[in-house]
């Protein structure tokens, strides 16, 4: 009979093949894999929140936010432009909950910096700033025209 390495290795080669995964992705699938092998060997009930967060919770701020692609703090997850969709549709969090969960200060923005370099390109040449500053002074004035 296999091991339960051995299972776990089979279980996530099957996963790999239909889904890209990193190198890191790999290692904490097999060892969340082996985790649950062993539980259910044991008896032991098998709960998402039980099981061992693998290298997701170890993930620095730094190695989170990369240029290219951002990557989950919570589950490991990489390859996303930005996080707030994972976030709401993966672990039913808003992103003000998660910087508190992992105090990123709010001047960190939850996307990638390529990404958020091209949203500003497209807000600055669609002059969008200066469409702000239209509908504040027009709200300033209607505020004033209220208070009279």
């Known amino acids: 009979m296999a091991t339960l390495l051995e299972m776990a290795k ?7 093949q239909t889904t890209p995964m ?7 699938e097999i060892q969340m894999v082996h985790a649950v092998l062993l539980a259910l060997e044991s008896g032991m009930s098998v709960e998402s929140e039980s099981m061992p967060a693998a290298d997701a919770t ?3 701020i730094k190695q989170a936010f990369k240029t290219n692609e951002v990557l989950c703090m919570i589950c490991g997850k990489g390859g996303m ?14 992103p003000a909950q998660y910087r508190k969960q992992f ?10 910096k390529k990404y ?5 390109e497209i807000a600055s040449r669609m002059d ?11 709200r300033k004035s209607v ?4 208070k009279k």
């Open 81 to 94: 432009k930005t996080l707030t969709r994972h976030l709401n549709q993966a672990h039913q969090l808003k």
């Open 103 to 112: 105090n990123i200060p709010k001047s960190q923005s939850l996307m990638s």
């Open 128 to 138: 969008l700033g200066a469409n702000l500053e239209k509908a504040r002074a027009a």
């Open 10 to 16: 089979e279980i996530v080669t099957a996963h790999a």
């Open 22 to 28: 990193t190198t890191t992705e790999l290692i904490s």
């Open 116 to 120: 958020a370099e091209a949203r500003k």
């Open 143 to 146: 505020i004033k025209k209220g």
């Open 58 to 60: 170890t993930l620095t």
